[in-house]
């Protein structure tokens, strides 16, 4: 009314369209209300309707909304034409059933025979089969349709701004389907297969690969680093984060870091096929529990490309099948990286036991793989390990935040504190174990030794802010937040009343990586270590050795702050699962009526 246009309600039939001249007074008309701001509103009536479904009916141009909104896609010569459904998109089959996978673009001659149609729509009379109906006729006429679910939050925004949902209708769709590129299904299939060979060697064999793998790394060092350096000089020209640049880059003397964790790797003791436990359940019946690769992992990793040697090392010893996605700013370290160890893999394993994913599956895909991916291990900013574990029903291990504490006691000795602040902070800031608070206790305020701390660090170009109490009595900038990762030359100091206070601050603020106490007092060491609910908790220790390498597990594929499966720096052991081999001689249960149970441990063999 604000435009002096009133609501109107205009009964449109088929024969209305089958004239040349209403449907040119269509698009007028519904260009002068767009002009106008006006949204017009199209609505086949289900109410009144006797039209039966179009594959019941030939007759008719419409008979439902779906088709409805097909025709005036192509009599409005619309841009897009989005179709809201109850689902994600369209699938190869039912979408309840597990083994459905949604088509995120359509090709007919690829898709129209594989997929399953499932029941029709639960409201209103249409159905998959009538937007797919739909969207055929109006993607041929040249209008694109995108079929998406009316219930996810910002969807139509979502396919505007032109995220991959949904599935898309296009004309020229099978000009789109690349010819050669392996897709993540099916690398992750051939992952699992080579690593069921990988089982099948042995425990030398196995170590074998490893040496070889580490020789190689060796060999090809200044291709690596040429082709590491060519990656840190795109993103510092890029405008990339310094702590971003900084994990990117391979420092001198790190492939000889990694070939040696790769040989410490090779010569700890088999994982593989270890009997955890042996009980005679019965008379010559007897049970052993034993450890077993979990089977295909995921990892998604931004910059880092030294996760990469990491991963796939721990991968060939546990057994287990890869699937590994980095970043785009670190491609072409990943991409030698991945050449030079799978060119050491022996061909009765097979090279993709380890698959770059280098194609443009998102990993929004990749996450909805859970039939042929076992885990998924995110390496990368916080924002990226959230968005996946909010994304995907394949199970997560790692951590969104590193907001690691040290905390100086009033009888620390202020030297060791110093050597230890110091080292949490500067050694590499990039890190998640890197130091990102410094709490201190209140006796300690005017102490010399903590002046030396704060000026050291202030020296070294760490940029100091403080909490409410430290901002004042230190009259430094205030900290926007406690649960803050700087993942740089920065750091939170504030002062706390005791080691139950620094205790409560560290579980309010902190993300259960790995936080340090620095004290003399045996007792008040024991309180910190026991009541500190985080991955890793150390007394006099930096916080950097919150590491695979260091805490002797060969090497590692991340810190999990989970509570579940594996906690704290994550190596072999992690990447295991068990499973039960029963040896008897003919024994059946019946009821249980013939079966003297004893449940015996035997001892390991």
């Given at each position: ?29 519904v260009e002068s209300l767009l002009d106008l701001k006006v949204v017009p509103v199209f609505n086949e009536n289900d109410a009144i309707s006797t039209r039966k479904a179009p594959y019941e ?255 796939a090392s721990l991968a060939i010893r546990s057994g287990n099948g890869l699937l590994l996605k980095g970043g785009k700013e670190a491609m072409r370290s990943n991409t030698i990286l991945h ?262 441990n035997l001892p390991l063999q």
């Open positions: 009314m604000q435009l002096d246009v009133s609501s109107s309600q205009l009964l449109v039939t088929d024969s209305d369209f089958e004239n040349p001249n209403f449907r040119e007074r269509l698009r007028e008309t009916d030939s007759s008719g141009i419409f008979w439902d909304n779906d088709s409805l909104a097909g025709l005036l896609a192509i009599e409005l010569k619309a841009d897009l034409l989005v179709l809201l459904s109850d689902v994600d998109g369209l699938y190869s089959g039912p979408p309840s059933e597990p083994q459905s996978k949604i088509i995120h673009t359509y090709i007919k001659e690829k898709h129209h025979s594989e997929i399953t149609f499932g029941d029709k729509s639960r409201v209103g009379r249409g159905g998959m089969t009538a937007k797919v109906k739909a969207a055929f006729v109006a993607s041929n006429s040249g209008t694109p349709v995108v079929i998406t679910s009316g219930f996810a939050s910002q969807s139509i925004l979502r396919v505007l701004q032109g995220e991959k949902i949904g599935t898309l209708f296009h004309k020229d769709a099978s000009l789109w389907e690349p010819s050669k590129d392996v897709s993540a299904r099916e690398m992750a299939v051939a992952a699992r297969e080579c690593s069921r060979r990988l089982q099948n060697l042995s425990s030398d064999e196995r170590k074998k690969i490893l040496l070889d793998v580490a020789d190689a790394l060796e060999a090809n060092e200044d291709l690596i680093r040429a082709e590491n350096e060519a990656d840190v000089l795109a993103a510092q020209d890029a405008g990339y984060e310094k702590s971003l640049v900084a994990r990117l880059t391979l420092k001198p003397g790190k492939i000889a870091s990694l070939a040696k964790s790769i040989r410490t790797l090779a010569h700890m003791e088999d994982p593989i096929n270890q009997i955890l436990k042996r009980t005679e359940v019965a008379e010559n019946l007897v049970l052993e529990k034993t450890s077993c690769p979990l089977g295909v992992l995921l990892i998604v990793f931004e910059s880092r490309p030294d996760a990469l040697v990491q991963i050449k030079v160890i799978t060119d050491a893999l022996p061909g009765s394993v097979g090279k993709r036991l380890i698959g770059l994913v280098t194609s443009r599956d998102e990993i929004a895909d990749l996450l909805k793989l859970d039939d042929v991916i076992d885990l998924v291990i995110p390496r990368g900013s916080n924002k990226l390990v959230s968005q996946i574990k909010a994304s995907t029903k394949i199970p997560v291990l790692g951590h969104a935040d590193g907001v690691c504490h040290v905390y100086i006691d009033k009888s620390a000795d202020m030297d060791i504190a110093k050597r230890i602040v110091m080292d949490a902070k500067i050694d590499y800031p990039a890190a998640c174990n890197a130091m990102e608070t410094l709490l201190v206790h209140k006796d300690l305020i005017k102490s010399p030794g903590l002046d030396d701390i704060l000026i050291s660090l202030k020296t070294e170009g760490v940029s100091i802010y403080g909490g409410p109490v430290a901002h004042e009595v230190l009259s430094i900038p205030k900290a926007d937040s406690f649960h803050h990762e700087y993942s740089s030359m920065a750091c939170t100091v504030e002062f706390v009343d005791d080691v139950q206070s620094a205790i409560d601050h560290i579980h309010r603020y902190g993300s259960a990586h790995t936080d340090c106490i620095v004290t003399t007092d045996s007792k008040v060491a024991e309180t910190f270590l026991r009541q500190v609910d985080s991955a890793a908790v150390f007394h006099n220790a930096s916080t950097r050795f919150s590491d695979g390498a260091r805490f002797g597990l060969g090497a590692e594929v991340g810190i999990s702050t989970g509570r579940i499966h594996a906690r704290g720096p994550v190596g072999v052991e992690g990447l295991l699962t068990t499973r039960w081999i029963m040896r008897g001689s003919g024994q059946v249960v019946n009821g249980d009526k013939d079966v003297a149970y004893t449940h015996k």
